[in-house]
């Protein structure tokens, strides 16, 4: 797991491949996102969010900024994102709720 201020991130979508090849294991319509980012202090990261990614998890990257604290979980080999969590974003609902100001009931399923 990798944490730090976030410096700047960029997402684009790519395919492996306009048309089916043969004996291809995966499907070529797959989604998948090139995501490159940097943390403060730590060389620029370019990772890619799998042809199965967890619910939300290009949307909470593309709802990163920077000078949010952000923490990444990359897989083994280093080329997938497998979990992100914005920790700003986080204390930031929680002091909502804890004020009243915002009921999260209906978004967590």
Same mark, same amino acid.
């Given at each position: 797991?990798?944490? !730090?201020?976030?410096?700047?991130?960029?997402?684009?979508? +790519?395919?492996?491949? %306009?048309? %089916?090849?043969?004996?291809?294991?995966?499907?070529?319509?797959?989604? %998948?996102? %090139?995501?490159? +980012?940097?943390?403060?202090?730590?060389?620029?990261?370019?990772?890619?969010? !799998?042809?199965?990614?967890?619910?939300?998890?290009?949307?909470?990257?593309?709802?990163?900024?920077?000078?949010? +604290?952000?923490?990444?979980?990359?897989?083994?080999?280093?080329?997938?994102?497998?979990?992100?969590?914005?920790?700003?974003?986080?204390?930031?609902?929680?002091?909502?709720?804890?004020?009243?100001?915002?009921?999260?009931?209906?978004?967590?399923?």
């Amino acid at each position: 797991m990798t944490s !730090g201020t976030l410096i700047s991130v960029t997402i684009e979508y +790519f395919r492996n491949a %306009r048309y %089916r090849k043969r004996h291809q294991v995966e499907s070529h319509r797959t989604p %998948r996102y %090139r995501v490159r +980012f940097e943390l403060h202090g730590q060389p620029p990261v370019e990772a890619v969010v !799998g042809p199965n990614p967890t619910q939300y998890l290009v949307a909470d990257i593309r709802g990163s900024g920077p000078g949010d +604290f952000v923490e990444v979980q990359l897989s083994n080999d280093g080329e997938d994102i497998v979990k992100w969590v914005n920790r700003t974003r986080e204390e930031l609902w929680n002091a909502l709720i804890e004020t009243g100001k915002c009921d999260r009931s209906g978004l967590e399923s």
